[in-house]
C-alpha cells in the first residue's frame, strides 16, 4: 500500500520547504530560464536575461537542482527543474525537497494528476517512497526520458506524415515499391 503525505503536511515537517515566484516586470529574453505559469504548463521555460533580472529583483531566488516548480490555478501542473539555475514567476511557485521519503518526480507526477479547479496546494496528496528517494527518482527520471523521447519521435512522425502527404502522394517525389526494379 502506498504511503501519501499532504503537501502541506511535508512543509509543516520540514521534508519540503514552498518558495513563492517573484513577481516581475517585462524583462528582456536572455539565457537564464524563467518558469512562468504557461512556461510550467507548456513543460519548457522561457528565458530572460540576468543582469536586468537582478537588477529589477535582487532578492531573487533562483532554482535548485531537482526543485518542483508547480501553479495551482486551473488546472495544477508540475515540472521537474533538474538542472537549476531558473527563476520562477508568481503565481508559479518553488518546491524544495529537503528531507524525508519525498521523490521530486514524484511529486511531480501526483500535482500532475490533481484535478482542475483544486488549487488547495495544502491538500493535495503526495507519495511518499518506501524505498532509497534516490532510486526513486533515477527510476521515474528514466520513465520521463523514455516519455519525453517518444513525444519527440510521435512529432516526428506527424512531420514526416505532412511530408509524405504533400510531397509524394502530390507526384512532386517519386517513390518506388521496394521490390520494383528499374526499367519494368
Not at 105 to 113: E, F, G, L, S
Amino acid at each position: 500500500m502506498q504511503r501519501q503525505i499532504r503537501l502541506g503536511d511535508a512543509c509543516q515537517a520540514r521534508q519540503a520547504k514552498l518558495l513563492p515566484g517573484s513577481r516581475l516586470g517585462e524583462l528582456p529574453t536572455g539565457t537564464t530560464p524563467l518558469w512562468t505559469s504557461d512556461a510550467v504548463a507548456a513543460g519548457k521555460p522561457a528565458s530572460v536575461d540576468l543582469l536586468r533580472l537582478t537588477h529589477q529583483r535582487p532578492d531573487i531566488r533562483l532554482t535548485e537542482p531537482d526543485d518542483v516548480v508547480f501553479t495551482a490555478a486551473g488546472k495544477p501542473v508540475a515540472v521537474l527543474d533538474e538542472a537549476g539555475g531558473a527563476a520562477v514567476a508568481y503565481p508559479a511557485r518553488i518546491l524544495r525537497v529537503t528531507g524525508g521519503r519525498l521523490c521530486p518526480a514524484a511529486i511531480v507526477d501526483a500535482i500532475n494528476a490533481v484535478p482542475a479547479g483544486n488549487a488547495k496546494w495544502p491538500t493535495w496528496l503526495v507519495p511518499e517512497t518506501q524505498i532509497d528517494p534516490g532510486l526513486a527518482a533515477e527510476i521515474l527520471q528514466s520513465l520521463q526520458r523514455w516519455e519525453r523521447q517518444l513525444r519527440q519521435r510521435q512529432a516526428l512522425l506527424e512531420e514526416l506524415k505532412v511530408l509524405i502527404t504533400r510531397s509524394v502522394l502530390s507526384g512532386a517525389i517519386q517513390v518506388a515499391r521496394p521490390n520494383e526494379q528499374k526499367g519494368k
